[in-house]
């Protein structure tokens, strides 16, 4: 009977010399998954440098059109007054403000009560209302305390804008009623139906929470008052909240106390050298990983597509902006100037100098639509990262070539598994005639030891 156990009748190490032999026959594979392995790290450092490429994009497009920079602050003589912000739509200028009058909100507090939870004020309905709005709370043995009156009042549907809080000022518990929002306008009544002696307005029961004419129980602490105010000499500005829009364009004016002071709106130029500086650094960035992945030993040493996108941006770089009238042809003419490495650097001197004086120049040099030198490099870099772009294409034949790697790795793992398969069973054979003939000598020198001598 053959023998199938490697190595079983001859000790013949077959699985050793097998893996032996297979070990050589496997290096082809070997270079195959290190070609593999190369590719995927130039892959995985496009999609760096496609990153990088698309962080620059975001940069240099906060820079390239003209509602970019306009970007404004509204810087008050004091903060004591107000504060201020302004939006895209202000303009450039100087106003004089008095703040006559703070908006406020309405408080109406009620006479005092020795506890929350156990003295029971009246039974019967309240309304408040507020002009055309209102809605009514209905208080009964459930809720006729301080705190179930003020919870049926905050829980109420239909409640527009009312709150009731507890207040405890040393001599008692007391309801406080306000409206949310500040101003005139936001003034409310509380009208009682008192069903415990039926009388509506006098000072016992539910309707001590009276305030309407004839039945102002309730104490009014704060009147709802407008703000109000003077700009440039305009009197009798109102304004329902402290947050005063629309009477400066692009201007919110925040009320904090009377008093008059001067407002300055201007184009915020801190604002605008953080849009450069973010797009000086991320093409600083872009830079190091290309001089990174190109250098000798690199990732990319020995692809020139780096060399291709270096040379396409620095195109936009080295052309000039002619524009007639405009004062700036060259970045570096704002402070913004190549350096010796190949990176950027902004010299804060000449680009404060150049905003302050010439913005509108700054402004044509980087956002005319044919000429200017952020609508180029926006325009270029929407070039390099779109499908079918020089590195979409790198890419994908990056892709290709290990799509390639991976069927001849699985025909000669075909090749392989075939040969190894052989290999054992020859050596199988091997082992099996080797047994055979051991056995053969075994039995021959067994008979010629029973001769006679």
Known sequence: MAISSAGIGSNLDVNGLVSQLMAIERRPLNVLDQKKSLLTSEISAYGKLKSDLAALQSAIGALKDRTDFQVFKAIPATDVYFTATADATALP????????????????????????????????????????????????????????????????TGNFGV????????????????????????????????????????????????????????????????????????????????????????????????????????????????KVNDFINAYNKLVSDMDELHQKGGTLEAQNTVLTIQSQILGVFNASVNLPGNDFNYLAQIGISLQKDGKLALNSADFNAAVSNKLDSVINLLTDNTQGFAQRLFTQLDNLLQTNGVLDATTQSLNASISDIEQRKAQLQVRLDAMEQRLRAQFAALDAMLGSMQQTSSQLLRALSSLPR
């Open 163 to 274: 709150s009731a809080t507890l207040l405890n000022d040393g001599t008692g518990y007391r309801l406080v009623l306000s409206p949310n929002d500040t101003g005139a306008a936001k003034a409310i009544t509380v009208a009682v139906t008192d069903t415990g002696d039926g009388n509506n307005t006098d000072n016992l029961g539910l309707s001590r929470l009276s305030y309407v004419a004839g039945g102002q129980n309730l104490t009014q602490t704060v009147a709802a008052q407008d703000a109000v105010l003077t700009v440039d000499g305009l009197t009798g500005i109102t304004s329902a909240s402290n947050s005063v829009s629309g009477v400066i364009q692009g201007v919110t004016l925040n009320l904090k106390a009377v008093g008059s002071t001067q407002l300055t709106v201007a184009v915020d130029r801190d604002a605008i050298t953080a």
């Open 93 to 156: 200028g100087t106003h004089s403000i008095t703040v006559t009058q703070l908006a406020q909100a309405q408080k109406l507090v009620s006479g005092a009560f020795a506890d929350t939870n156990t003295t029971q004020v009246g039974l019967g309905t309240l309304t408040l209302s507020n002009g055309t709005n209102s809605f009514t709370v209905t208080i009964d043995s459930s809720n006729n305390t301080l705190a179930g009156i003020a919870n049926a009042i905050n829980s109420a």
